[in-house]
């Protein structure tokens, strides 16, 4: 026992605590029931694994967190408790404290409260449980007085257990331990049973699993076990005379240490825990009812966002192989739930789930947002996911064309996001479409961007300008670019990064590329008239273009109006926009080519072009973009010009550089072994007559 009542007694008492061999701790309850760090001493320090000055730092306005997480709310409810005058001003119990490495001890700690010049502090002496172990080795004492003391002061069922040559015995029970002993006997029979210490370690002597019911004592081993290398352990078991109606759970806490070379004490906790484990078990229960509410669209039986965010993030983890995906928007929602009523809304989108379900399992489709529809499904090869999707498109369409849909296929995917972006751009693509053939729908629901360049196309105020293209050597032209152009208003002309961007943005590009489509092969008809069948013309077809389902056979469709020689037509593909299927791109190719049209890859150099392009079968030429021709003074253009040139002849390719302005630039490309060259060195884009006069 001890007992400071001297006001200097801190000041004094500093010098004195760190000679000590306890660890000392000084804590202050201040006004609002908190409790602050004052001093630690050396050993403290070092049972915590830092400096005494980190330990200061560290726990200045947390000293509680210096013990073991389960336990600060135990150390704090007793220190308050006393300070409170509910009990006496010295007490002493055991808890555990958490090195800074994560290493678990047990300590005894006596803590003694008094008032020090008015304000109320408490001295606590803690001291590691292994040295009272030793100590009382050393002295070789008999009694187990020292673990009654300990096991005493703590305030759950505790025992301590001895380990020697796997035989077991029991060092010490306390009172509570007796009391769950009396509730397994009344439990078993409906008899009360009175124990004594006595009694019950020669039972738990005789079975130390003698709380388990049978089905759990192997829980009881494996952690005893696991507390061999892990710093503390834990189980919960049903204590012995459990029912499925009636169980008792005990949650039980366990660690050890090696007192010599042969022993083993293990020191175990038991903490009834049965409201705790059974208002879990119905939590888990009403969880399990609301599953589907929480995973599942009540309207359409689909899966919900919930799930898809879940779906998203485990693609991340694992890759998903020969995946499917498809994007559907219910189309003219917003104007049905506005002008009819939400419950025709909620019909439609009934009847948009039910056309899903004719191709697709209710367990690969989500529904995102109040019109969006998503499909990924894994496992199935191009065909048959192909032929799944063009039937409900089908199907949609003959439902008064309820809902727009995009789709890709990929071999293998991780980012599961960025391929149902692409599904969905395709699927914008779709519903321009949508919002063409309902022509009968009020201008209001009609986007304001289509309707005006409709208007445009019906007034002629897009027209075809044409660059001439040469080879390197030369300044006669053996080829053109054709460009579009707008007539603005006021009759002058409108530069294509004026309105270009927003039609691909929106999605609209597919109608510039096909009305300039058809200007070309009207001017290479002409051509042809003329003899000249030996003049080739290339026409921009965007990759939200390309991406179209139909693309092939509106391509057949311009074409076979116009009679002119194939190979006199030219598709440059430009990489303005990442939107793609790699395979539906790949056919396309091979399908342009069995035509009779070359192909250009068009802004090579720039952020978007895509070495994979030059390794795909039928490109004829690869166009160098403008912003490395102005850099061919440096050094290092010129060899990967050079590089770029050697490479594309040896796959068979043609080499074309843009934004030629100077005869030095030219000549530079010459001698890098270009093959064609194009910019103002030649000419401008300028308008179809004039470059006839010009250039043929």
Same mark, same amino acid.
């Not at 001890?105 to 449980?129: A, E, K, S």
């Not at 890759?319 to 002008?339: P, S």
């Not at 961007?501 to 003329?530: A, H, N, S, Y």
């Not at 973009?625 to 490479?647: C, F, G, P, W, Y």
């Given at each position: 026992?001890?007992?400071?009542?001297?006001?200097?007694?801190?000041?004094?008492?500093?010098?004195?605590?760190?000679?000590?061999?306890?660890?000392?701790?000084?804590?202050?309850?201040?006004?609002?029931?908190?409790?602050?760090?004052?001093?630690?001493?050396?050993?403290?320090?070092?049972?915590?694994?830092?400096?005494?000055?980190?330990?200061?730092?560290?726990?200045?306005?947390?000293?509680?967190?210096?013990?073991?997480?389960?336990?600060?709310?135990?150390?704090?409810?007793?220190?308050?408790?006393?300070?409170?005058?509910?009990?006496?001003?010295?007490?002493?119990?055991?808890?555990?404290?958490?090195?800074?490495?994560?290493?678990?001890?047990?300590?005894?700690?006596?803590?003694?409260?008094?008032?020090?010049?008015?304000?109320?502090?408490? /001295?606590?002496?803690?001291?590691?449980?292994?040295?009272?172990?030793?100590?009382?080795?050393?002295?070789?004492?008999? $009694?187990?007085?020292?673990?009654?003391?300990?096991?005493?002061?703590?305030?759950?069922?505790?025992?301590?257990?001895?380990?020697?040559?796997?035989?077991?015995?029991?060092?010490?029970?306390?009172?509570?331990?007796?009391?769950?002993?009396?509730?397994?006997?009344?439990?078993?029979?409906?008899?009360?049973? $009175?124990?004594?210490?006595?009694?019950?370690?020669?039972?738990?002597?005789?079975?130390?699993?003698?709380?388990?019911?049978?089905?759990?004592?192997?829980?009881?081993?494996?952690?005893?076990?696991?507390?061999?290398?892990?710093?503390?352990?834990?189980?919960?078991?049903?204590?012995?005379?459990?029912?499925?109606?009636?169980?008792?759970?005990?949650?039980?806490?366990?660690?050890?240490?090696?007192?010599?070379?042969?022993?083993?004490?293990?020191?175990?906790?038991?903490?009834?825990?049965?409201?705790?484990?059974?208002?879990?078990?119905?939590?888990?229960?009403?969880?399990?009812?609301?599953?589907?509410?929480?995973?599942?669209?009540?309207?359409?039986?689909?899966?919900?966002?919930?799930?898809?965010?879940?779906?998203?993030?485990?693609?991340?983890?694992?890759?998903?192989?020969?995946?499917?995906?498809?994007?559907?928007?219910?189309?003219?929602?917003?104007?049905?739930?506005?002008?009819?009523?939400?419950?025709?809304?909620?019909?439609?989108?009934?009847?948009?789930?039910?056309?899903?379900?004719?191709?697709?399992?209710?367990?690969?489709?989500?529904?995102?947002?109040?019109?969006?529809?998503?499909?990924?499904?894994?496992?199935?090869?191009?065909?048959?996911?192909?032929?799944?999707?063009?039937?409900?498109?089908?199907?949609?369409?003959?439902?008064?064309?309820?809902?727009?849909?995009?789709? /890709?296929?990929?071999?293998?995917?991780?980012?599961?996001?960025?391929?149902?972006?692409?599904?969905?751009?395709?699927?914008?693509?779709?519903?321009?479409?949508?919002?063409?053939?309902?022509?009968?729908?009020?201008?209001?629901?009609?986007?304001?961007?289509?309707?005006?360049?409709?208007?445009?196309?019906?007034?002629?105020?897009?027209?075809?300008?044409?660059?001439?293209?040469?080879?390197?050597?030369?300044?006669?032209?053996?080829?053109?670019?054709?460009?579009?152009?707008?007539?603005?208003?006021?009759?002058?002309?409108?530069?294509?990064?004026?309105?270009?961007?927003?039609?691909?943005?929106?999605?609209?590009?597919?109608?510039?590329?096909?009305?300039?489509?058809?200007?070309?092969? =009207?001017?290479?008809?002409?051509?042809?008239?003329?003899?000249?069948?030996?003049?080739?013309?290339?026409?921009?077809?965007?990759?939200?273009?390309?991406?179209?389902?139909?693309?092939?056979?509106?391509?057949?469709?311009?074409?076979?109006?116009?009679?002119?020689?194939? $190979?006199?037509?030219?598709?440059?593909?430009?990489?303005?926009?990442?939107?793609?299927?790699?395979?539906?791109?790949?056919?396309?190719?091979? =399908?342009?080519?069995?035509?009779?049209?070359?192909? $250009?890859?068009?802004?090579?150099?720039?952020?978007?072009?895509?070495?994979?392009?030059?390794?795909?079968?039928?490109?004829?030429?690869?166009?160098?973009?403008?912003?490395?021709?102005?850099?061919?003074? =440096?050094?290092?253009?010129?060899?990967?010009?050079?590089?770029?040139?050697?490479?594309?002849?040896?796959?068979?390719?043609?080499?074309?550089?843009?934004?030629?302005?100077?005869?030095?630039?030219?000549?530079?490309?010459?001698?890098?072994?270009?093959?064609?060259?194009?910019?103002?060195?030649?000419?401008?884009?300028?308008?179809?007559?004039?470059?006839?006069?010009?250039?043929?």
């Amino acid at each position: 026992m001890f007992s400071f009542y001297d006001e200097k007694f801190i000041e004094n008492a500093k010098d004195i605590f760190d000679y000590l061999h306890n660890g000392v701790v000084v804590v202050e309850i201040t006004e609002n029931d908190s409790i602050k760090l004052i001093y630690v001493n050396k050993l403290i320090a070092k049972l915590l694994g830092i400096t005494t000055e980190e330990a200061t730092e560290k726990y200045l306005n947390n000293p509680i967190n210096m013990v073991y997480e389960s336990d600060r709310p135990v150390l704090n409810e007793n220190l308050l408790r006393n300070y409170h005058n509910e009990q006496n001003d010295y007490f002493t119990a055991s808890y555990r404290f958490q090195k800074y490495d994560g290493e678990i001890i047990w300590v005894l700690g006596h803590m003694q409260f008094f008032i020090h010049n008015g304000r109320p502090i408490y /001295v606590c002496l803690f001291t590691d449980v292994n040295e009272l172990i030793s100590a009382q080795i050393n002295v070789e004492e008999n $009694s187990n007085n020292l673990w009654m003391d300990i096991v005493n002061n703590i305030p759950t069922g505790a025992t301590i257990v001895s380990s020697t040559n796997d035989t077991f015995k029991i060092v010490a029970i306390n009172d509570t331990l007796v009391k769950f002993a009396e509730k397994v006997g009344e439990m078993l029979d409906g008899n009360d049973r $009175s124990w004594n210490k006595e009694a019950l370690t020669m039972l738990l002597n005789q079975n130390i699993y003698a709380f388990c019911i049978e089905e759990d004592i192997h829980l009881v081993k494996e952690m005893m076990n696991a507390s061999i290398v892990a710093p503390i352990t834990e189980t919960t078991f049903r204590l012995r005379g459990s029912t499925s109606h009636n169980p008792v759970y005990i949650h039980t806490t366990c660690s050890s240490r090696m007192v010599d070379e042969n022993t083993r004490y293990y020191y175990i906790l038991f903490t009834e825990i049965t409201r705790t484990v059974l208002a879990e078990q119905e939590l888990q229960a009403n969880q399990i009812m609301l599953l589907h509410m929480s995973y599942y669209d009540k309207l359409t039986g689909f899966k919900n966002r919930n799930a898809y965010s879940e779906y998203t993030e485990a693609c991340r983890i694992d890759k998903q192989k020969d995946v499917g995906i498809a994007f559907i928007d219910a189309n003219g929602l917003k104007e049905a739930n506005d002008q009819l009523g939400h419950s025709y809304g909620d019909r439609m989108l009934q009847i948009v789930s039910s056309l899903i379900k004719e191709e697709f399992s209710y367990t690969n489709v989500y529904r995102i947002s109040g019109d969006e529809f998503v499909i990924v499904e894994p496992n199935i090869n191009k065909e048959d996911f192909v032929a799944k999707i063009l039937h409900v498109r089908d199907l949609l369409v003959e439902n008064d064309d309820i809902a727009s849909i995009g789709f /890709v296929w990929k071999k293998s995917m991780s980012d599961l996001k960025r391929r149902v972006g692409q599904a969905e751009q395709l699927m914008y693509i779709e519903k321009q479409k949508y919002y063409e053939r309902t022509a009968a729908l009020q201008s209001k629901h009609r986007p304001r961007l289509l309707k005006l360049l409709l208007n445009d196309l019906e007034n002629n105020q897009f027209v075809m300008f044409l660059q001439p293209k040469a080879r390197i050597g030369s300044t006669k032209a053996t080829g053109a670019e054709a460009l579009v152009r707008r007539i603005g208003e006021d009759g002058k002309i409108i530069p294509p990064y004026e309105f270009i961007p927003q039609l691909e943005q929106e999605k609209l590009i597919p109608k510039i590329d096909f009305f300039m489509l058809e200007e070309v092969c =009207k001017f290479l008809e002409e051509l042809k008239k003329e003899g000249r069948t030996d003049f080739v013309v290339s026409v921009n077809m965007s990759r939200v273009t390309f991406e179209e389902l139909d693309f092939i056979s509106h391509v057949e469709e311009v074409c076979s109006k116009y009679d002119f020689n194939r $190979s006199q037509l030219e598709f440059e593909l430009t990489e303005s926009n990442q939107t793609i299927d790699q395979i539906r791109f790949d056919d396309y190719i091979q =399908k342009i080519k069995s035509l009779g049209i070359s192909i $250009s890859l068009d802004d090579v150099g720039t952020d978007y072009a895509s070495l994979r392009m030059l390794i795909i079968e039928g490109i004829d030429v690869l166009k160098i973009d403008r912003s490395l021709i102005v850099q061919i003074d =440096k050094e290092n253009t010129q060899v990967l010009l050079k590089h770029l040139n050697a490479m594309a002849h040896e796959l068979g390719i043609k080499v074309l550089a843009e934004g030629v302005e100077t005869d030095d630039v030219r000549q530079a490309l010459e001698e890098l072994n270009c093959d064609y060259y194009q910019g103002y060195l030649l000419s401008p884009p300028i308008p179809v007559d004039k470059f006839k006069q010009e250039f043929l």
